[in-house]
């Protein structure tokens, strides 16, 4: 059987990238079109005028936390950063997500590492995003070679400023021949989907504290800022019949490149039959949280699958493939599954899955 469940966890997000490659604007496109999915910002500028957090559309009271004239991954320690992250992940405050915007001379590896060794149970760690100039990721690369490392670990990658690129084809060729499975997503001015990072809540699902989308005025003159979807496929998946941890870990395995976000619950029957597993991949990125089945649920597994140039029919093809009706379990079916459960006494950084390394 699985592991019992754990309380309710806020994913946190690291978003990375060199001086000038565009995370405060992303910040600011996924605080104003982020459902009505709640926020909170932890923002790292280096220098005494903290011009990034001014810059943050969602500096509205307890959502934002600035840390000024420093660099996040050497001023402050992992227990320094529990301090904000308790701030922002308490229940009382309603906050779904949390993004770290990291300073442009941030070493990301640290960052990660910083926000795995949080020993705050209310957190969890929700991938690394990269931001990547194209317009100057030659002068970039050249002059800061080690971003050819930030690139190797990141689990999703924004090569922002496509316009401004005279070949942005060759660009998105080079960055994707320098990660390592991460999804690598095409963008102008930040403008991403949400949904590749975190679930988008419905804003007339909110109640209580306001979201940032009741906040702000949408009428920003962005005709295109409702149509983000157009540009991607999707693939709902819902099967009444059990699935195969061991034929799901080998249908995540050789997910295609342009797959850049799954999402859902997977009933694995009889090798748990008392935990649903919430599934959250993004990139290569892969994390699997057991919940308690309640007595009122329909034991269903439910996956959406967002991507770019997917074939979608046939990835339906290969997750039918995975179910089965098996009335018995194979005792270490599931030990695939359980690498990417992350276990509630492990306070520590790890290597393998946990830094997106597996």
Known sequence: MGPSPRPRQTPVIVLAGFLGSGKTTLLNHLLHHGGGSRIGAIVNDFGAIEIDAMAVAGALGDSTVSLGNGCLCCAVDA????????RLAHPAAGIDVIVIEASGIAEP???????????????????????????EFDDIRAKHPQIDRHLA??????????????????????VRSLTDRAAVVPARYGRIDPEFLFDCRPSEERVGQLSFDDLHDHSDGDEHAGHLHSAYDSLSFTSEVPLDPRRLMQFLDSRPEGLYRIKGYVDFGPYDVRNRYAVHAVGRFLRFYPERWAAADARLTQL???GSGIDAAALGKELEVCRSEAPHADEHGMWGVLRYVRDPEDEGPQEGPELGLA
């Open 79 to 86: 227990s320094e950063l529990d301090v904000y992250l308790e």
């Open 109 to 135: 590896r640290e960052l990660v590492r910083m926000v795995l060794a949080s020993e705050h149970p209310g957190i969890v760690y929700g991938g690394l995003v990269e931001v990547v100039d194209a317009a």
């Open 153 to 174: 670990l990141a689990d999703l990658v924004v090569v922002n400023k496509l316009d401004r690129a005279p070949d942005a084809g060759r660009v998105l060729d080079l």
């Open 304 to 306: 959406v699958l967002i």
